[in-house]
């Protein structure tokens, strides 16, 4: 980051044109047209994700007997998918949100990118609660809705939570997400380069001018905003964990499971948040931005939740030892000697030991461990719900009729459709619209604001409000 | 035809205008009208009857008392059709031989019926054809070889109707030299013989049940799938404790058997062993001078000097001497069984020990066999005339409802043999072996469309009537014979009214009756059987001394080196009949739970002698004949046995039942090992390869668990006023059930797990059959199952066999977690699953704590013509992407309320049964209104040995457990 | 101050004949510092209608301005408490008292279960009411015609460069003496803003008529689109919530039978349980002499028979077998049971009617069991006796 000439009471003195050079570093992805390695890249993503949904079609033409689900494996790959892309969407409304709330600057550099990853995240996830009905044409039914049969949804069914905490969490992150860009969509319109770009911009941008009157009103928005999304993201995980935490399945049938699923989801979110952006700063050249600080506090939070989520695991191991429950005992045993032990082993490497790597700090700030940490961390995550789901399912409380669980192509074709329409959605928000909040990085940095603190006049007429130009 | 049509129809042939004919026609304009104006939804006709049969209304179902002489053990049957068409198999309640219960087979006999592989057509060298050549050439070739004095071979299966038989003579006598061979893989052949080696003559013997105390099994699965009804009742009637004292049955046997897994005292013995240990118990018993038998010198002599010691039974001297006290401690109410795969001079010895009890007509009464028994071939009968075949003595070779080529030992050389006739028909319901290498292929009618009559049961004589006119252009092989008599004898060409006349000639004057013939007939179609007088009993209380030492000395001759091999009827297919049943191919072995093949089950220890592992090939051969067969390692076997199921492997049987499984035919000679089944000496070779044997269990113990609960006899008294586990009622629900609240009872002590109840299930819900490959990845869709689980040390556990479905749970998690409300309580108590609300998010099914649950993962009906003919019209057939789940036969429950409403009565207990209910033979399984204090299932609910399956869970299940029960010799601990 | 000089109105603008008007004057600062000083001027110099313009939130301003924080607070939180109640109110109904349903046992009103949905509405509400308020309601935005927009400052004002904006409806305001006023300020620049009249832009854009068709077509083609998706494509397998049933149903065609008929009739010669055949068809008097009434008169009996009556024989022999009918217009007039020949036949023979008809008069025997009619013979007998009592019944 280049160093800002600042001179306290010197009113002229910072650099008018860091500004400037602030805005151009953001709108360069969007003014000069993509390279050959983006086009390589969307053209990989976008192909997986078609592959995805052709598989998705060919499951709701012939039945989801052509993935691995069985009796009494009922759920596997998709609710895994589910429960793990939810999971990578929390990291944004915490980093938009919560360090906001905390104050934390550092966050204005990755917050704007990690909203965008919480959108697409839930996007992706919310495909799969579709797809993964039996007659998926009759999706609206879980949606209480009037219809000809008079009949409403079951409001005690975990699955009906889910639909509300999932479609709300979208709805609020997506306007949260945008507030934060308006602004920045204004400057995009000043900086148009071609017509399509003016008209879009502007249109998104409500003709945004940056009156006082509309700043005050929206930093006040953008404060309620995040006091409403902190309790939210909290909800949506604890809901989601309700699917497993409300049943009878032994491994399923526990209360630790809110609090864990939460510290998981900030764990899996933080860790695909670090392996885009270190992609990301790189590709477009804005290190200077996105520092090797922002990422090591990133690193901290990353270790935090890791340790959350390993103890999350040996007390649900106490638990089950502690409640002296067959079943529950015989689960334990299950996932650690069980068919699916290794499943188990990969989880607990790599969301338990594998970020320990972090306590030192030249780790923390070394780009390649943070990388490869980032990405194991992801797999372990995936693994987790794995873990969670199949392993409890598989063998439950009738010796008679437990049964073993193998994915099929179509599940695995499933898994990297849904990663490569994440990726693909990425890679378009990283061309249309800036990837940094502009606004927020301008006013954050050292001189931006006024410097003298000044009497205002009194016994004037008050200003009026609502000027009208 | 078009409703149009079909008024213009009966206008022109309806010469008066009667009021019937009338609302016909007004119902039938109305279904004109109706149809003419329709949206897609109401596209199809609606035809009502020209002229509606008496007692017939469109929709409700009429019995027909009938019987079913091609399954095994002739069950005789009510037939329940709906609109003219059977869609339900029950047992005839007034049959003693039934008692309204039925066998899996018979279940499953509708979809033999409507089974689309079925012949349709009369077929000429591939060609069709059409009856009146195929009558008028078998005619001609019958009397071109009558004329070149070639002989006639005529193989069927073994005739248990008398009228059929008369039917043989009559073509017999008609063509002169005709040779009839009656062909059954399974029979009774050794224990004739081995009983008339004994006695003098041919005899066999039923248990006694309510007066037999103690049973000794000889490799005899009488509990077993293919095993009497009857039996199944007799037994499970004397296992329940409150009942009065508790049969004791001991089971020595090779092969883990249904029978073994009810045993009180399961010993395990390999079949070439079993001899001895009745030698053994012989001279056990004629060391007593009270014995009858001992009072015969030259016996005990014989005994004295050939009498085997206990060591060389080998079995631990405690158990030998609790058995033999068992026995002998109240001889005329024991009794020693001897199971029909063994050979004769085991049934002689078992026959002297029975006699020595003295037992007959306490525990045991003898009866003369029937005349079906009777009528099987010795080998060397076979022997010679495929010899003759081969040398071209037969003009013609007439297989009817035989499958000679398939059935035959292989070294026979049957099939080739069969190319020297210049003639072979064969008759059949499905595509066969025989079929295959026929130049007339007939197509048989079913037993549904069949008339006929049978002697099975002793002192019965059973009708059997047809229930639809035949399906395709088929006829049943009994009116073929008629019809190609030669022209001068040409009788009626309806056997229906052969039947009825030789009734009236032969049944009709013996029978005693008072009205007249055509009311006698009725009525004898309308019970499905009448009385005869049952012959004089067979003699068998003298040994004879001869035939015995013949006996002893073959059973201390016999020792067997190296493996021995014991085939034993297909739990599932029986002799290969049923192959292409996939009701029965998908219904899982009792004891293995494997579905869709066979193996060569084994001993852990003879596998790791084997040094090879489930599923892998092994090649079994002995005296140069072998057989590749993989490995089914199962616990209890006894080492060095291997059991084969046979009617696997079929080469022609179908699309479903072509090359299932595999077939330890080949392995076998016409002149048989020890017995036509079992061959000793049998060496192994591990071969290359291996095969998916899809076992629907993964898992066998119970971890302990308290799903299953035992009890033993001795320990009944002593748990008397204590509640057994589970049964304490957690927080009663905010709910209460009015009226009625539908329950069950399941009683473990009584279930020896035949299967009866999950095929009646199936047949009875439209559930349909997924395969092999879909069973092995768990997609299998049976609303009932039997869960078996091992207790004990794995050489020799114990089994218990749990019926599970859906439990009606009052607290269901099921429907706390559906998000759209699919599935909610019924103001009755039953958890009612919607279909058609039903999105598939299959999250009932995971909170199922029983896995009860179905899911239509894929679509699975069969679409082939006729198959749509088996659904049942009360029960939703249900598509892909919808959850399913026993309903407690809710349609049942339904008509029987509609019942008692039209009989202006109040619902009764046991108006309504389940199908699973109504099927059980050991009437294991109880249905009922839990409000009504007097209703069975109520007072079961509160028996002292009932229990809620999971029950601390919470989630009230409606269907409460009996705990299994057992009656072992205090002290004795095997 | 060289660029203050051009951007003076040119005399020209009023001459060209464009309906542009000024609308306001704005004035660009270089630092926040000098956005501040001169906003302190602005305000002595007794203008009231105006604002800042920057492209980030400057801190501070409000107190210069002498504004109060924004009150977008109390919309969420009305929203919000709004949502709670809508949500358990909702759902209280639905589940309770709509259509109340027996789900595993719980009460129709589950309180637990029901208080995630309330908490995701009522976050969902607030949020929704806080944006909306903020933008629309308070901010009075979308504002595409504001002359802001216009400006060629307005790239550096989103960037770089600060500004205040003053209203011409501002009492104070004049063209050249508010330019100067900002211009003494210390501004880089100071522009006059013009707008031409906004009436024109939904005028040529919103009101035109192509654009108005565009609507009409979206609109009658997804109507038309929703209609066929529900008229047909509940018809389509597997969308017909399984209406096409392979099974064959009472009444049914099948395609398996040559004739096509579905019900087929039982095969000749057979007996179906409880259906044995009549003994004395075609001789009713073998009957009457042959077959005795099973049933001894009971009240049940009676009550059951007068049933059976009422359902079957009233219509045409009327409630009291007088003959009188309902049903005697249609057909014709059936006799009176109450004749001397009625009264005397044995119950056999009055059976015999009934199972075979006679005359005009039908047979019964599929639609009454056996039973019943003799249950019916039992109470017809009453009736007879009841008409013409002998005299002991009298005394």
């Not at chain 2, 009983?195 to 006694?208: L, Q």
């Not at chain 2, 001869?546 to 297909?570: D, F, H, M, Y």
Request: net charge neutral; aromatic share 10%.
């Amino acid at each position: 980051m280049k160093q800002v000439p600042s001179a306290p009471g010197h009113d002229v003195a910072f650099d008018q044109e860091l500004l400037a050079q602030i805005d151009d570093d953001i709108a360069a992805p969007m003014r000069v047209p993509p390279g050959k390695l983006w086009w390589a890249a969307i053209a990989f993503t976008s192909s997986l994700m078609l592959l995805g949904f052709a598989l998705m079609g060919y499951t709701a033409y012939r039945g989801i007997g052509v993935w691995g689900n069985n009796s009494p494996v009922f759920w596997a790959f998709p609710i895994v998918n589910f429960v793990f892309w939810i999971g990578i969407g929390h990291a944004g409304t915490l980093i938009s949100a919560i360090l906001f709330l905390f104050r934390q600057p550092w966050r204005n550099a990755i917050a704007r990118f990690a909203e965008a990853m919480t959108i697409f995240a839930v996007m992706t996830a919310g495909l799969f609660p579709l797809i993964h009905m039996g007659r998926p044409w009759l999706a609206h039914w879980v949606f209480p809705v009037p219809n000809d049969m008079s009949l409403w949804v079951n409001f005690r069914s975990p699955l009906v939570w889910d639909v509300f905490a999932i479609s709300t969490y979208f709805t609020v992150s997506l306007l949260f997400w945008y507030v934060g860009l308006i602004p920045d969509l204004a400057a995009m319109r000043e900086r148009a380069v071609t017509k399509v770009h003016r008209v879009v911009y502007s249109l998104l941008s409500w003709g945004w001018t940056g009156l006082n009157r509309h700043w005050r009103h929206y930093e006040r928005a953008y404060l309620i905003l995040a006091g409403v999304s902190t309790p939210l993201v909290v909800s949506v995980h604890t809901i989601v964990s309700f699917d497993f935490a409300t049943s009878v399945i032994p491994g399923w049938h526990t209360t630790i499971l809110p609090p864990y699923f939460v510290a998981g989801a900030v764990f899996s979110g933080f860790a695909m948040v670090m392996t885009v952006l270190i992609i990301l700063r790189r590709l477009f050249r804005i290190e200077h931005l996105i520092t090797i600080r922002h990422l090591e506090y990133m690193n901290k939070v990353i270790l935090a939740t890791g340790l959350m989520v390993g103890y999350a695991y040996l007390v649900e191991m106490f638990t089950a030892w502690y409640s002296a429950e067959e079943p529950e005992r015989f689960m334990l045993l299950n996932r650690l000697t069980g068919p699916y032990a290794w499943a188990f082993a990969v989880m607990f490497t790599c969301n338990v030991i594998v970020p320990q790597v972090h306590w030192f700090k030249k780790a923390r700030t070394s780009l390649p461990i943070m990388f490869v940490v980032s990405i194991l961390v992801n797999v372990g995550m995936w693994f987790e719900r794995f873990v969670i789901i199949v392993t409890s399912l598989h063998r439950d409380f009738l010796p008679a009729s437990w049964g073993l669980y193998a994915p099929t192509l179509v599940d695995f074709g499933i898994l990297a459709g849904s990663f490569g329409m994440f990726f693909t959605l990425v890679l378009i928000f990283v061309r249309a619209l800036p990837v940094i909040s502009m606004t927020e990085v301008k006013a954050t940095i050292p001189g931006s604001q006024m410097t003298r603190r000044r009497h205002s006049p009194s016994e004037l007429p008050d200003v009026e409000d609502g000027i009208h130009v | 035809m078009s409703p149009i049509e079909e008024i213009k129809h009966s206008l022109a042939e309806s010469a008066g205008l009667d009021r019937r004919r009338f609302l016909a026609i007004l119902s039938a304009s109305l279904a004109a009208a109706s149809s003419g104006c329709n949206r897609l939804s109401e596209r199809g006709e609606i035809v009502s009857y020209r002229v509606q049969p008496e007692g017939v209304l469109p929709g409700v179902s009429q019995a027909y008392a009938s019987s079913l002489p091609g399954y095994p053990h002739a069950p005789a049957v009510l037939v329940f059709t709906r609109d003219g068409r059977p869609i339900k198999i029950e047992g005839n309640p007034d049959h003693p031989a039934s008692g309204g219960a039925t066998d899996a087979y018979s279940q499953a006999a509708t979809l033999d019926l409507y089974d689309p592989d079925r012949l349709g057509k009369p077929l000429y060298k591939g060609q069709q054809s059409n009856w009146k050549d195929a009558d008028g050439q078998i005619r001609a070739a019958l009397k071109q070889a009558a004329a070149s004095r070639e002989r006639i071979l005529l193989i069927t299966p073994a005739l248990v109707s008398p009228a059929a038989r008369s039917v043989v003579q009559r073509f017999q006598t008609a063509w002169g030299s005709v040779t009839h061979l009656t062909l059954e893989m399974f029979h009774s052949g050794e224990a004739l013989r081995g009983r008339r080696m004994v006695h003098g003559e041919p005899s066999t013997s039923r248990v006694n049940w309510d007066k037999a105390r103690r049973v000794l099994g000889c490799e005899c699965d009488f509990l077993g799938p293919a095993g009497r009804v009857a039996d199944h009742a007799g037994f499970a009637a004397r296992r329940r404790p409150e009942d009065g004292e508790m049969i004791r049955l001991w089971v020595a046997e090779g092969a883990m058997t249904s029978t073994g897994a009810k045993a009180d005292h399961r010993l395990p013995v390999r079949p070439s062993a079993q001899p001895r240990l009745l030698l053994w118990l012989l001279a056990e018993l004629v060391r007593d001078e009270r014995q009858p038998l001992a009072s015969n010198a030259d016996i005990r002599s014989l005994l004295t000097q050939l009498g085997v010691s206990s060591e060389e039974v080998g079995l631990p001297k405690d158990v030998l001497e609790a058995l033999r006290a068992d026995l002998v401690g109240d001889p005329h109410r024991s009794c020693v069984l001897a199971g029909d795969q063994l050979p004769w001079y085991t049934h002689s010895l078992a026959a002297a020990v029975n006699s020595g009890l003295g037992n007959e007509g306490t525990a045991l009464s003898s009866v003369v066999p029937s005349p079906a028994q009777l009528s099987v071939p010795a080998p060397d009968e076979w022997a010679a005339t495929v010899d003759e075949l081969r040398r071209g003595q037969f003009g013609a070779v007439l297989c009817m409802m035989a499958n000679p080529v398939y059935s035959l030992s292989a070294d026979l050389g049957f099939a080739t043999a069969l190319e020297n006739a210049p003639l072979v028909v064969s008759s059949s319901l499905l595509p066969s072996e025989t079929t295959a290498k026929a130049q007339w292929i007939l197509p048989a009618a079913h037993d549904l469309e069949s008339w006929g009559d049978n002697d099975d049961h002793p002192g019965l004589l059973t009708l059997q009537q047809p229930t639809l006119s035949p399906l395709f252009e088929s006829r049943q092989w009994e009116q073929m014979l008629l019809a190609w008599l030669p022209e001068n004898q040409l009788t009626t060409p309806d056997y229906g009214a052969y039947l009825k006349s030789r009734w009236e000639t032969e049944v009709y004057p013996v029978a005693g009756a008072a009205e007249d013939f055509d009311r006698f007939w009725q009525a004898a179609l309308h019970d499905g059987f009448i009385k005869t007088n049952s012959p004089a009993p067979p003699v068998v209380h003298k040994i004879d001394p001869t035939g015995l030492s013949e006996a002893v000395g073959e059973a201390r001759r016999l020792n067997s080196p190296e493996l021995e091999l014991l085939i034993v009827p297909g739990s599932r297919t029986y002799d290969g009949r049923f192959a292409n049943n996939g009701w029965l191919q998908e219904l899982p072995n009792p004891v293995t739970t494997q579905v869709w093949g066979n193996g060569a089950v084994v001993s852990e220890k003879t596998a790791q002698r084997l040094n090879r592992l489930e599923g892998e090939l092994v090649e079994f051969s002995v005296e140069g004949r072998s057989v590749t067969i993989p490995l089914l390692v199962e616990p209890g076997v006894a080492d060095d046995v291997v059991l084969v199921e046979a009617g696997y492997a079929r080469k022609t049987a179908g699309s479903v039942g072509t090359g299932v499984g595999f077939d330890a035919k080949p392995l076998t000679s016409n002149s048989g090992g020890i017995s036509p089944w079992l061959y000793t000496g049998v060496t192994a070779r591990a071969a290359q390869g291996s095969a998916v044997l899809v076992r629907v269990q993964g898992h066998h113990d119970t971890k302990g668990r308290s799903m299953v609960q035992e009890i033993e006899a001795a320990g009944w008294l002593k748990l008397a006023g204590a509640k057994t586990v589970h049964t304490a009622k957690t927080s009663p629900s905010s709910w209460e059930y009015k009226g009625h609240k539908w329950g069950l009872a399941v009683d473990l002590a009584a279930c020896t797990g035949c299967g009866a109840c999950t095929i009646a299930c199936v047949a009875e819900n439209n559930i349909p059959v997924v395969g092999a490959e879909q069973v092995r990845r768990g997609r299998e869709m049976h609303w009932i199952r039997l869960d078996r689980y091992y207790v004990g040390k794995p050489e020799n556990p114990r089994v218990v066999h749990q019926p599970m479905m859906c439990q009606q749970c009052d607290f269901a998690p099921c429907e706390k977690v559906c998000p759209v409300a699919a599935t909610v309580h019924s103001p009755e108590g039953l958890d009612e699953m919607v279909y058609n609300r039903c999105v598939g998010t299959r999250y009932c099914a995971n909170n199922c704590p029983y896995k009860v649950r179905r899911f239509n993962f894929l679509d699975f009906h069969d679409k082939r013509s006729p198959a749509e003919l088996i659904f049942n019209p009360e029960v939703t057939v249900r598509r892909r992407g919808v959850m399913e789940k026993c309903t407690f036969c809710v349609q049942r429950i339904a008509a029987g309320r509609l019942k008692a409403k039209i009989e202006g009565r109040p619902l009764r207990d046991g108006d309504i049964q389940t199908a699973c209910q109504q099927a059980c033979p050991a009437g294991a399984i109880v249905f009922g209104d839990l409000n009504d204090p007097q209703s069975r299932v109520h007072k079961l609910a509160a028996s002292r040995r009932g229990y809620l399956a999971l029950g601390e869970l919470g989630v009230q299940p409606a269907v409460t457990y009996l705990s299994a029960t057992r009656n072992p010799c205090p002290g004795l601990k095997i | 101050m060289s660029d203050f000089r051009d951007v003076r109105p040119a005399p020209s603008s009023e001459a060209d004949g464009t309906q542009e008007k000024i609308v306001g004057a704005l004035a660009v600062y270089e630092s926040p510092d000098r956005l501040a000083d001169a906003l302190v001027a602005v305000r002595q110099s007794g203008l009231t209608r105006f604002d800042t313009v920057s492209p980030y939130p400057l801190h501070g301003l409000d107190h210069l301005l002498g504004k109060s924080p924004s009150r977008l607070g109390y919309v969420a939180a009305i929203a919000g408490i709004a949502a709670t109640a809508i949500a358990k109110l909702a759902q209280w109904w639905t589940s309770a008292v709509d259509y109340p349903l027996n789900i595993g046992g719980s009460p129709l009103f589950s309180l637990p279960a029901f208080v995630p949905v309330t908490f995701e509405l009522m976050v969902l509400f607030a949020s929704i009411a806080t944006v909306v308020g903020m933008l629309a309601v308070f901010n009075g935005l979308p504002q595409y015609g504001s002359a802001l927009l216009r400006s060629r400052h307005m790239k550096a004002l989103t960037c770089n460069r600060y500004g205040i904006v003053v209203d011409a409806k501002d009492g104070e305001f004049d063209p050249h003496a508010t330019s100067d006023l900002l211009g003494g300020t210390g501004a880089m620049s100071v522009e006059l803003l013009k707008r031409e009249n906004v009436s024109r832009f939904y005028r040529e854009r919103i009101l035109s008529v192509p654009f108005l068709l565009l609507l009409v077509g979206v609109a009658i083609f997804s109507s038309t689109a929703t209609r066929m998706v529900y008229r047909y494509g509940g018809e389509i397998p597997p969308f017909d919530f399984m209406k096409r049933q392979p099974k064959v149903s009472a009444q049914q065609v099948s395609a398996v039978f040559p004739d096509g008929l579905g019900t087929r009739s039982g095969v000749p010669g057979t007996v179906a349980r409880g259906s044995l055949p009549y003994a004395f068809a075609g001789d009713p008097e073998r009957a009457g002499q042959e077959l005795i009434n099973p049933f001894k008169a009971s009240h049940e009996v009676m009550t059951r028979g007068r049933a059976q009556y009422g359902v079957f024989c009233q219509p045409c022999h009327g409630r009291l077998a007088d003959g009188r009918g309902t049903l005697t217009t249609a057909f014709p007039k059936a006799p009176t049971l109450h004749s001397r020949k009625a009264r005397e036949w044995s119950d056999g023979r009055i059976y015999a009617v009934l199972t075979e008809g006679q005359n005009i008069m039908p047979a019964y025997v599929s639609q009454i069991s056996g039973k019943d009619r003799w249950q019916i013979i039992h109470y017809l007998r009453a009736m007879q006796r009841s008409q013409n009592a002998p005299e002991r019944d009298l005394q």
